[in-house]
């Protein structure tokens, strides 16, 4: 049981380039989200997905897509990255289909990324 | 929308010595609310959450918080720390009626010293 895996772990880019960062989690949850961190700021919502086949623009959706390919796996897609976009970014689980139910999330290790 | 406010960027403390990491919220609905620990290079794990009930919560590693809905805090406290506590504290809010996401404060850097 892996819980909550994100690939790469790593990643630089050039201003321009695109990219995809996939995550995949095994316990059948049914929301996952994208998440990005920077210093100071926490972490800021940027996609979700409540169920297979929807998605939702969180906090900070601009200069993104999402894919929820199916229930276990959700990428996150930049076309043309920026310095702007030079994060951690993080995915995360939760079993809740609705938020009148408790929303604990499952987070996995993160994907460092460098935009130059 | 619900936000949350971390009082403190940092907190150092020396082991075995108490602390109290703060958070207060904001919201016009009820609401859950959670603790998360982030180790460096690693993913947030959860600590502890408060759903309904009882208004002091405990959670792993000897953590704990108390809700107080007249105050809009949700204070973690651990009566003695270790080095191992050493990390960066998250403090979250979820909830409301058809309200899918959850907000975070900007975090709380514990540095635990010998």
């Known amino acids: 049981n892996a819980g909550v895996t994100q690939t790469p772990k790593f990643q630089v880019l050039k201003t321009g380039q695109s990219m995809t960062l996939q995550c995949a989690q095994d316990?059948?949850?049914?929301?996952m989200y994208w998440y990005r961190q920077d210093p100071g700021m926490g972490l800021r919502l940027i996609y979700y997905s409540a169920s297979e086949g929807t998605t939702d623009k969180g906090e900070v959706p601009n200069g993104y897509n999402v894919s929820r390919l199916n229930k276990r796996e959700f990428s996150l897609r930049l076309e043309s990255a920026a310095p702007s976009q030079t994060s951690v970014y993080f995915c995360?689980?939760?079993?809740?289909?609705?938020?009148?139910?408790?929303?604990?999330?499952?987070f996995g290790p993160g994907t460092r990324l460098t935009v130059l | 929308a619900q936000s949350v406010t971390q009082l403190d960027s940092q907190v150092p403390v020396f082991e075995e010595a108490p602390v109290e990491l703060r958070c207060n919220y904001s919201?016009?609905?009820?609401?859950?609310l959670f603790w998360y620990v982030q180790y460096p290079n690693q993913g947030l794990q959860l600590l502890l959450k408060?759903?309904?009930?009882?208004?002091l919560v405990k959670g792993i590693n000897g953590f704990e918080a108390e809700f107080n809905k007249s105050q809009t805090s949700f204070h973690l406290r651990k009566p003695s720390v270790h080095i191992s506590d050493t990390a960066e504290y998250f403090c979250a809010v979820s909830g409301g009626y058809n309200n899918n996401d959850m907000r975070f404060g900007a975090g709380t850097r514990l540095t635990v010293k010998p």
């Open positions: 919201s016009s609905v009820s609401v859950y």
């Open positions: 316990m059948n949850h049914n929301s």
């Open positions: 408060y759903l309904s009930g009882s208004t």
């Open positions: 995360a689980s939760s079993e809740a289909l609705r938020v009148t139910l408790y929303n604990e999330q499952f």
